[in-house]
């Protein structure tokens, strides 16, 4: 009996089920676009964003410098602070009273379009969103 001893090239030895798994998961790609300057002032242009992802989850798994995310993105650290592009304020909306109060210990660098990464949460109405890493706050 012939076993294979390399991998299978697309669709061969899949069953006709597992074929269209696949192809649903290639059609389910995000296709949402997001531009984020890091905190030394390179612009990153990222495509393929899926809906639901937030800034913060997409910052970290792109490399952008400035973007911790120390909590996990529960609102309690204020380590994925962004400025939204001001064109943008309007869709992203204003930050809650909790967001706010954890922009206010960070208030030495907070401006009228700040908002944490986390929670900012990509949807259709945000695709071409453009933002930039705040600096570390001093406090
Ligand atoms: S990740 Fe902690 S407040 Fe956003």
Redesign the pocket.
């Known amino acids: 009996m012939r076993r294979w001893h390399c991998r299978p090239a697309f669709g061969m030895g899949y069953s006709v089920q597992a074929q269209k798994g696949r192809k649903r998961i290639v059609a389910e790609m995000g296709n949402l676009k997001v531009t984020m300057t890091d905190v030394n002032g390179d612009t990153k242009v990222i495509e393929n964003v899926d809906e639901g992802v ?1 800034l ?1 989850e997409l910052a970290k798994a792109n490399g952008v410098d400035g ?15 962004v400025y939204v592009g001001e064109q943008w304020m309007a869709q992203v909306g204003q930050p809650d009273d909790i ?1 706010f109060a ?1 922009l206010d210990m960070v208030a030495d660098v907070m401006r009228d379009n700040s908002r ?4 900012i949460k990509m949807k259709p109405e945000l695709d071409g969103i453009e933002v930039t890493v705040a600096p570390a706050s001093a406090y």
Do not use: V, Y
């Open positions: 937030s913060m973007i911790f995310g120390d909590c996990g993105g529960g609102c309690a650290c204020a380590t994925c602070h967001e954890m944490l990464g986390c929670q």
